[in-house]
């Protein structure tokens, strides 16, 4: 390590005085030349440094859901302006869409025609509609179904809202449950990717569409494993037969508590869950055990944090850092892509007022650092920085020619950064940095051998080609 500056000016005054004293004692009184000082040395440039043979999960990718409110984008006069926003602007790889499936009078009833109430055809609608759009933006999109819960015919209190799976003389109807399923992705006018039979299913609210279920079924509960093989078996010779997640639960201790019994199905490749254990006062250094141990105990199957957004916007880009390092999540879904409700626009990444009129928030850019340049197959290599303190995940292009950093400087200063690539050259290099009150602001070309500045409370992509 360098010595400091003020450590080589004391060595430099004590040579002076050594030869001023010699000077002296030998009693020469001749003119003599100025010592010349000892030269500082020049202090070593701070490094970001990726090590691309070391990898980690493979990407899914970064996206939001649209779900309550999302029928006044179809309705605005501005619907096109929103749909470049999410799906092209952003570059989200991901778009989680709610089942609104609710015939009048099912089973008996299976058409979409006449649902339960008019706002679930609206919704319906729209869902079908966010789906075209989607992939006429952006035809790589993939699509996550979630269900709020099954249809009141199905359910213990014969409503949409809390209890849990009806039985019959045979006991809990997963057969029934499985059919309902087949008939969503009957009557839907698109294919999903991915499916979620029940979104949280280890919580229920009178509120809103929930339903409770056991891991495994007990004499009051229905077994979540149970109705997820029933629907697979049901579901599985389909010519479009979706991935189905496992869990999607509540918060990290219900993932703890169902992900076991999905643990051993070959038929549930990827887990999902919602880290609401957290909230906006939770400290970030609090989010790393929990997220470990999800890792640690399931890292076995890709993981997808499918929802949540209550903390604010910085904090919010450090959690996502926390999920891809600690929890290995492949993928991030933020909750309110689009949301509606004037208590908490300042939540959404698109707030979207009755009228149709839109403010974009924060959170839109939050995202884009890390959608915008990362896509599906990207995979995360290790990543290093002479600062501690400095956030940074690292996404390798499945060419190997192209690396993606996303940068967190939760320091009250500002620092500086060279990037090196081990055994690789930097041929390019561009920017893209948010602030308070500036956000994703394009840097422009850097060349490569420059100092990147990083400023306090920043989010910072960079994209390199190698």
Not at 85 to 90: A, G, I, Q, R, V
Not at 160 to 166: A, D, V, W
Not at 444 to 454: L, Q, W, Y
């Amino acid at each position: 390590m360098y010595n400091s500056i003020a450590s080589v000016k004391k060595v430099v005054l004590s040579l002076i005085l050594l030869s001023t004293t010699f000077m002296f004692a030998c009693g020469d009184d001749k003119e003599t030349d100025t010592p010349t000082p000892m030269p500082v040395p020049a202090k070593t440039a701070s490094k970001i440094t990726v090590d691309p043979a070391t990898t980690y999960q493979e990407m899914i990718g970064f996206g939001g859901a649209l779900t309550w409110y999302s029928d006044r984008v179809v309705s605005s006069s501005k619907s096109n302006e929103l749909y470049k926003l999410m799906f092209e602007d952003l570059g989200m790889d991901i778009l989680r869409l709610k089942n609104w499936y609710y015939p009048l009078n099912y089973p008996e009833n299976k058409s979409p025609e006449t649902m339960l109430t008019a706002g679930d055809k609206t919704m319906f609608n729209a869902t079908n509609t966010f789906y075209q759009k989607a992939k006429q933006y952006n035809p790589d999109i993939d699509i996550l179904l979630s269900s709020w819960g099954p249809p009141p015919a199905l359910k213990s209190n014969n409503h949409l809202r809390e209890g849990t799976l009806k039985k019959d003389a045979d006991g809990f109807m997963y057969d029934e449950f499985a059919t309902y399923w087949s008939d969503v992705l009957d009557n839907i006018a698109f294919a999903p990717d991915y499916i979620s039979i029940q979104n949280e299913p280890g919580y229920t609210n009178p509120g809103w569409t929930t339903a409770k279920w056991a891991p495994t079924e007990t004499s009051t509960l229905a077994g979540y494993s149970e109705a997820f093989d029933a629907v697979y078996d049901k579901i599985k010779d389909r010519p479009d037969v979706p991935i189905m997640i496992g869990g999607e639960t509540e918060n990290i201790q219900a993932f703890l508590n169902f992900a076991p019994v999905v643990k051993t199905k070959a038929h549930a490749p990827i887990y999902g869950y919602h880290p609401y254990n957290f909230n906006s006062s939770t400290q970030i250094s609090q989010t790393t055990a929990p997220l470990t141990e999800l890792h640690t105990r399931f890292g076995d199957k890709p993981n997808i944090m499918t929802e949540y957004s209550t903390m604010p916007w910085f904090k919010t880009a450090r959690f996502i850092h926390q999920t891809m390092k600690y929890a290995h999540s492949s993928g991030y879904i933020y909750w309110e892509l689009v949301w509606g409700d004037p208590n908490s626009k300042d939540q959404a990444m698109i707030y979207v007022d009755g009228s149709g009129n839109y403010t974009i928030n924060p959170f839109y850019y939050v995202i884009k650092h890390f959608s915008k340049f990362i896509d599906e197959g990207y995979q995360r290599v290790e990543v290093t920085s002479t600062t501690t303190a400095l956030e940074v995940t690292g996404y390798m292009h499945p060419d190997q020619n192209q690396l993606t950093l996303v940068i967190i400087n939760p320091e009250s200063r500002d620092l500086k950064y060279q990037v090196e690539v081990e055994n690789r050259v930097v041929k390019t290099l561009k920017g893209y940095q948010s602030m308070e009150g500036n956000f994703f602001k394009d840097l422009g070309n850097v060349s490569p051998s420059d100092e990147v500045s990083i400023p306090a409370s920043s989010i910072t992509t960079l994209v390199l080609n190698l």
